[in-house]
């Protein structure tokens, strides 16, 4: 029942469309069943004495009838698809916009490129029964039905011996069809599993040759493609069953019809004019049954895409702006973590109780072994999760008495993995800001230390890049995200580890434009190496979720704790002179 209500909601605003479909639809029924009448008439008339009619009269009426069978089913077929098209369309779009509002949290329980894969699958099965599941049933539906009443008034005795196979019929088919449901369903597990193995292999295709395993994979393939194999002609044997049994319980019916009928028309109790209406009504009423038979099985897969569909959409995004929040007309931009809790599962806090403040235009370094939750609590500030307890206050604003989409605009991140998309690199560059002028791109692009080997590229700004681009370096996709960051020109910066793994010369680049984004900026940097923060005057330090020590590097030092211990382990004397610049914004530092 929901999911009929379901298809109706779906159908709002192309009903008239729908409506239209079944008016040709019932045209289309009406044109199929009158041509045998008229052929009917004409033999009448010929078997008659005096012919009673117009050969022309009657020609042309089967003309008539012939061109709005044409016509009526163009129309039905029309108005079918494009109600249909329209509604994956919109169902798309909607899927779409919804998936994006949705929050983090619900990626993470997700793998988004099933999900997106999912949905289009679903809303193509919708769009399917829509374009042919429901027109083509109803008219399965009712040409045969108008057909046997036809023949009950003109032979009740005949048409009761004309359907007696109907029930037989019924029986086989529909006994086949469930049974090559289940077969075809064995058959797509069989073939997704083939795939995932060949997409696997294929993605580790260099782990396969360097151990030499090649011989050991392909003989993996061909047993699943075997199996794959086997499923597929056992169930294309069992699937053709159907249409077999339909053509012989089909002829069963007309040779009934033919050895009654022909006994009634011998004894004078039919007409041969009904009887030639009989024998080709036959033909008709029996074909439709592969239809209605497989019905239940489009329905049950409609039933289920739209489920699914609306089950995604019911889903409501968890971080939402508040009821009338509204942007503050004046407001500092500093940064105050108080009391803050958060764990990804509400159950294991990963943050336990934080205490941070970063003044505006400050610097706070965080640190801490990996797992500590830096990056965590970086993702809290752009609010892409709330936390449990405690809050995050921007100028006394708490996150979520702002809007999202201020919170949002105020913050540029240089994040531990940069993505790229698929696009040149000044369109990569532009992404949060599209109407940025190609001087102010070039101006970033050189701040960040990036123009030179941008311009070295193939196509220089037009080079294409991202997944399926030309590959970047770690260094160089990090020095595009500084680019990309400096045009967004926001007052609060979030760096996460933005020098983790390059050279010491690329890291110099990177410092130095790093250097030149955190100037006036509110500033939350996390770093692994500690020649990083070394000169920042606020350091803290993160284990196990909690703030163990803040201070300077000579406090902490001097303190021998955590941090003590971590930059005896580091290796401190490559990269301090550099590095250090980021924290203490001086620009040159000779030590
Ligand atoms: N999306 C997530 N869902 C669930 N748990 C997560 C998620 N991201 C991180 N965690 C967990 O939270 C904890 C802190 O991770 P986080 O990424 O914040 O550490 P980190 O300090 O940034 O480490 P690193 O220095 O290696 O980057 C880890 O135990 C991690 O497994
Ligand atoms: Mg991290």
């Known amino acids: 029942?929901?999911?009929?209500?379901?298809?109706?909601?779906?159908?709002?605003?192309?009903?008239?469309?729908?409506?239209?479909?079944?008016?040709?639809?019932?045209?289309?029924?009406?044109?199929?069943?009158?041509?045998?009448?008229?052929?009917?008439?004409?033999?009448?008339?010929?078997?008659e004495a005096k012919p009673a009619g117009d050969l022309i009269e009657i020609s042309l009426l089967l003309l008539g009838i012939y061109l709005l069978r044409g016509v009526s089913r163009y129309g039905y077929g029309f108005f079918s698809h494009?109600?249909?098209?329209?509604?994956?369309?919109?169902?798309?779009?909607?899927?779409?916009?919804?998936?994006?509002?949705?929050?983090?949290?619900?990626?993470?329980?997700?793998?988004?490129?099933?999900?997106?894969?999912?949905?289009?699958?679903?809303?193509?099965a919708i769009e399917d029964f829509i374009a042919h599941g429901i027109p083509e049933t109803a008219l399965a539906t009712?040409?045969?039905?108008?057909?046997?009443?036809?023949?009950?008034?003109?032979?009740?005795?005949l048409a009761l011996i004309a359907i007696l196979p109907i029930p037989l019929t019924a029986f086989l088919v529909y006994r086949y069809v469930s049974k090559v449901r289940t077969m075809w369903h064995a058959v797509r597990e069989r073939l997704s599993e083939l795939a995932a193995l060949v997409q696997d292999n294929m993605s580790g295709i260099a782990v396969i040759k360097s151990?030499?395993?090649?011989?050991?994979?392909?003989r993996q393939v061909t047993h699943r493609s075997a199996t794959f194999h086997d499923r597929l002609i056992k169930a294309n044997t069992v699937s053709l069953l159907p249409?077999?049994?339909?053509?012989?319980?089909?002829?069963?019916?007309?040779?009934?019809?033919?050895?009654?009928?022909?006994?009634?028309?011998?004894?004078?109790?039919?007409?041969?004019?009904?009887?030639?209406?009989?024998?080709?009504?036959?033909?008709?009423?029996?074909?439709?049954?592969?239809?209605?038979?497989?019905?239940?099985?489009?329905?049950?897969?409609?039933?289920?895409?739209?489920?699914?569909?609306?089950?995604?959409l019911a889903i409501r995004p968890e971080i939402t702006d508040a009821p009338g929040v509204t942007v503050p007309k004046i407001i500092t931009y500093d940064i105050d973590i108080d009391a803050l809790t958060f764990g990804y599962d509400p159950n294991t806090p990963v943050l336990h109780d934080i205490d941070l403040?970063?003044?505006?235009?400050?610097?706070?370094?965080?640190?801490?072994?990996?797992?500590?939750?830096?990056?965590?609590?970086?993702?809290?500030?752009?609010?892409?999760?709330?936390?449990?307890?405690?809050?995050?206050?921007?100028?006394?604003?708490?996150?979520?008495?702002?809007?999202?989409?201020?919170?949002?605009?105020?913050?540029?991140?240089?994040?531990?993995?940069?993505?790229?998309?698929?696009?040149?690199v000044y369109e990569n560059l532009v992404f949060g800001h599209p109407d940025a002028t190609e001087h102010t791109v070039r101006e970033a692009a050189q701040a960040a230390n990036a123009h030179a080997f941008i311009r070295d590229l193939p196509?220089?700004?037009?080079?294409?890049?991202?997944?399926?681009?030309?590959?970047?370096?770690?260094?160089?996709?990090?020095?595009?995200?500084?680019?990309?960051?400096?045009?967004?020109?926001a007052p609060i910066l979030i760096l996460d580890e933005a020098t983790s793994s390059v050279d010491v010369e690329t890291e110099a680049l990177i410092q130095e434009a790093l250097y030149r984004l955190t100037q006036n900026r509110t500033t939350l940097v996390i770093a692994h190496r500690l020649s990083t923060v070394r000169r920042s005057p606020t350091i803290a330090v993160l284990d196990e979720g909690r703030v163990v020590e803040t201070g300077n590097h000579r406090s902490l030092i001097d303190r021998g704790g955590l941090y003590a211990r971590m930059v005896r382990a580091q290796d401190l004397t490559r990269n301090g002179k550099i590095l250090s610049r980021i924290a203490t914004r001086e620009p040159q530092v000779a030590d």
């Open 1 to 47: 029942m929901t999911f009929i209500k379901q298809i109706y909601d779906l159908l709002e605003g192309r009903r008239l469309f729908m409506a239209c479909c079944i008016a040709c639809g019932l045209i289309f029924a009406a044109a199929n069943l009158i041509p045998p009448l008229l052929i009917r008439k004409l033999i009448q008339w010929l078997t």
């Open 82 to 124: 494009v109600t249909a098209y329209r509604v994956m369309h919109a169902l798309m779009t909607r899927v779409y916009k919804h998936l994006q509002n949705l929050s983090h949290s619900f990626f993470n329980r997700q793998r988004t490129g099933n999900l997106m894969a999912r949905s289009i699958n679903d809303i193509e």
């Open 142 to 157: 009712v040409i045969p039905i108008s057909m046997v009443a036809v023949l009950f008034y003109l032979n009740p005795e």
């Open 211 to 218: 151990f030499a395993r090649e011989r050991e994979c392909a």
């Open 243 to 312: 249409a077999g049994i339909i053509e012989a319980t089909g002829g069963l019916g007309i040779v009934l019809v033919i050895w009654s009928g022909g006994n009634m028309a011998l004894n004078d109790s039919i007409s041969v004019a009904d009887l030639f209406v009989f024998i080709v009504y036959m033909g008709h009423i029996y074909q439709p049954f592969l239809q209605l038979a497989s019905f239940n099985d489009v329905l049950q897969r409609a039933a289920a895409s739209t489920e699914r569909v609306f089950q995604l």
């Open 357 to 424: 403040y970063i003044g505006e235009g400050d610097i706070l370094a965080l640190v801490g072994p990996t797992g500590a939750g830096k990056s965590t609590l970086a993702n809290l500030l752009p609010r892409f999760y709330d936390p449990q307890q405690g809050a995050i206050r921007i100028g006394g604003y708490d996150l979520r008495d702002l809007p999202l989409s201020f919170v949002r605009q105020n913050i540029a991140s240089v994040l531990q993995d940069v993505f790229l998309f698929h696009g040149t």
């Open 459 to 489: 196509k220089g700004y037009d080079t294409v890049v991202g997944e399926r681009g030309v590959r970047l370096s770690g260094g160089e996709k990090q020095r595009l995200s500084i680019a990309r960051a400096l045009l967004k020109d």
